[in-house]
């Protein structure tokens, strides 16, 4: 990813000067001291770049996001996972998320990008619930998750999910959501 | 002069220069407000979609919620001290005459490829017709401990909009040393 965009950015630098007459050679095009004066007056226009302005460094974004995707997402996995096996069951409320979270595992929307989980399987605790739920491709995955998130939004606030591929091949995502809002 | 008191007078003022020089360090709020319409799109386009793009937000006209998704600029210089956002809040109206509607969003961060992800859902409060609401996600929300910032270049979120509800102004804040 990082080499076409550099090589983007590069060619387009390089390319301003060579386009800028073209631009002015129109009929309504502005006088040529103040068509010069306007382009050169523009860093990226000449050919000595400003020392100060460096070339981002892509490189080193592309990986701070990689970074940044995978601490973010495995610190909220732990904090979810730790928790819910510290957890006893409360039966009463455990039963009945369970329930209300299988309720949200399909919608219309769900059901028209065809992105209905093969199997689904939610347990909860006292706080936190744990959900398995397989599809037949990664893209029905991602479909499903992204609006699943939003149906049990009510439900369940803060959801880790890691993708898996089951022996079959299907997928699989484990979920850790947290589904009890504390008493105000 | 007495050299000790030439000596003291050169230090005392090179210390007011040199705090002269500090007092410019700064520690700079970027805040980057833009309407929905910049950054939100529908999650499922089409042509039975019911997603209006209208200069001043994103509007659900049908009658069933719609799932949009938005992501959001951030600026990225490396080495310079700019970090990731740290704050984003969304503003909801309720275009819808017959009643109440609640919008709910899921805060997603980074791309894909990883294999792992970490959503934070919220849901606003009874919007009334012809009223506002927001959302607002900050550093609380990241599971990383000691969090100043969303953890992330990339931040988006998706958001259930139910039939009348808007997406409005959306504001994106971000932190930078000025380098002093």
């Known amino acids: 990813m990082a080499i076409p965009v550099l090589s983007w950015w590069n060619s387009n630098r390089m390319s301003g000067r060579a386009r800028g007459p073209a631009v002015q050679s129109g009929a309504d095009a502005p006088s040529p001291a103040t068509s010069s004066t306007t382009l050169e007056s523009w860093p990226h226009m000449t050919d000595q770049p400003s020392p100060s302005v460096a070339p981002p460094a892509v490189d080193s974004l592309v990986e701070q996001v990689g970074d940044a995707t995978t601490t973010i997402a495995t610190a909220g996995r732990d904090k979810l996972h730790v928790r819910f096996t510290s957890e006893q069951t409360d039966a009463g409320w455990s039963l009945a998320t369970e329930q209300a979270l299988a309720r949200m595992s399909t919608s219309p929307q769900i059901e028209e990008l065809g992105a209905k989980p093969l199997s689904f399987n939610a347990r909860c605790r006292t706080t936190i619930c744990v959900i398995h739920a397989d599809f037949p491709t990664r893209r029905t995955a991602e479909d499903w998750f992204t609006l699943y998130t939003l149906n049990s939004g009510a439900q369940m606030s803060n959801v880790s999910v890691q993708t898996l591929t089951n022996p079959n091949g299907s997928i699989r995502l484990e979920l850790y959501g947290f589904a009890r809002p504390a008493a105000p | ?180």
């Open chain 2, 1 to 180: 002069m007495n050299r000790a008191v030439e000596t003291g007078l050169l230090a005392a003022a090179l210390g007011c220069a040199m705090l002269a020089g500090r007092a410019d360090a700064a520690v700079v709020e970027h805040v980057m407000p833009s309407n929905a319409v910049n950054y939100c799109q529908s999650f499922n386009p089409g042509p039975a979609n019911t997603i209006r793009n209208r200069v001043i937000g994103v509007e659900n006209a049908g009658s069933a919620p719609v799932a949009v998704a938005c992501n959001f600029h951030s600026i990225f210089t490396a080495g310079s001290g700019s970090e990731p956002p740290h704050r984003l809040q969304i503003v909801f109206a309720n275009t819808n005459d017959g009643g109440a509607i609640h919008v709910t969003c899921a805060l997603l961060t980074g791309g894909p490829g990883f294999g792992v992800g970490y959503a934070v859902v919220k849901t606003t409060p009874a919007i009334p017709a012809g009223a506002t609401a927001q959302l607002t996600w900050d550093a609380t929300d990241v599971p990383r401990s000691g969090a100043t910032n969303l953890g992330n270049p990339f931040i988006g979120v998706n958001c259930a909009l139910p039939p009348g509800g808007l997406m409005g102004g959306t504001i994106v804040r971000w932190r930078q040393d000025n380098g002093i």
